[in-house]
Nanobody, 124 residues
Framework: EVQLVESGGGLVQAGGSLRLSCAAS????????IGWFRQAPGKEREGVSC????????YYADSVKGRFTISSDNAKNTVYLQMNSLKPEDTAVYYC?????????????????WGQGTQVTVSS
């Protein structure tokens, strides 16, 4: 059974940091791309970042470039999203997702499996 479990969300003041984790199981981690998405109330789901587990190549949305860093620990089947210099507009539920085709994309329709999400709230 494929499972993606996010953790690390919480409440932080503007300018602070959080590290999200996405623990994956039930599939061959090295063959997949893992993406982070977020959805704020009343807004569409937004692709934030992704990483190819095979070659480590990454992508970042312009809104988080320079502030967020995605990384992968293949030995632990875990992907991290280090979020620095957080802003109130980063407040959202953050989801990780797995793409069996290994594509480096933040198009949500490309992803096969999704976690349940973790809430990130940034206060001003």
């Amino acid at each position: 059974e494929v499972q993606l479990v996010e953790s690390g969300g919480g409440l932080v003041q503007a300018g602070g940091s959080l590290r999200l984790s996405c623990a994956a199981s039930g599939f061959t981690f090295d063959d997949y791309a893992i993406g982070w998405f977020r959805q704020a109330p009343g807004k569409e789901r937004e692709g934030v970042s992704c990483i190819s587990s095979s070659d480590g190549s990454t992508y970042y949305a312009d809104s988080v470039k320079g502030r967020f860093t995605i990384s992968s620990d293949n030995a632990k089947n875990t992907v991290y999203l280090q979020m620095n210099s957080l802003k109130p507009e980063d407040t959202a539920v953050y989801y990780c997702a797995a793409d069996s085709k290994g594509q480096r994309t933040v198009v949500a329709a490309a992803y096969d499996y999704w976690g349940q999400g973790t809430q990130v709230t940034v206060s001003s």
